[in-house]
């Protein structure tokens, strides 16, 4: 092989090797990633469904083809600050909670009964995830204390 092309040809093996590793920053492959650019609205434009609710929120549903391996996502937030007050309601994942909330996740106990919350590491660490009928909610803190405070002390214990 020509010195030449033996270089190339490295390069590209380490090319590809280093991309292989990459978390997809899309979300593609990486749960929480997945979870967070739909709740924050990257895939919006995909949606079923797109709609005001009452107290200034706003709803987005997708049944078609869910941003989430699942048969129905919704999300509901707050279109003044979406980042931070949000809730995703993932009905019939084909994903675990546990695998949402990864390591080092911690059981809590609600109203609602038993949830999980995300290791202060992750990217979920300000997040509840709870167990649903058919699936399973994730909220931000900021959307529990303004419209299910009763869930805030889910949020200081570890």
């Known amino acids: ?75 509901i937030y707050d279109s003044d600050a979406r980042p931070l007050s949000w809730m995703l309601e993932i009905r019939a994942p084909r994903f675990t909670a546990q695998a949402l909330a990864g390591e080092g996740a911690g059981r809590v106990q609600t109203p609602s009964g038993a949830a999980l919350r995300p290791a202060a590491t992750s990217r979920l660490a300000d997040a509840l995830i709870l167990p649903a009928k058919g699936g399973m909610r994730v909220l931000t803190r900021g959307y529990v204390t303004q419209n299910e405070p009763a869930l805030l002390p889910a949020f200081q214990r570890r």
């Open 1 to 75: 092989m020509h010195p030449a092309s033996a270089r190339l040809t490295c390069a590209l093996a380490a090319l590809l090797s280093l991309s292989a590793c990459r978390p997809d920053t899309a979300g593609g492959r990486d749960l929480v990633s997945r979870t967070l650019f739909t709740a924050t609205g990257a895939y919006d434009a995909q949606a079923d469904q797109r709609e005001r609710i009452p107290a200034g929120q706003r709803r987005t549903t997708w049944t078609e083809r869910p941003p989430l391996d699942a048969e129905q996502v919704v999300v």
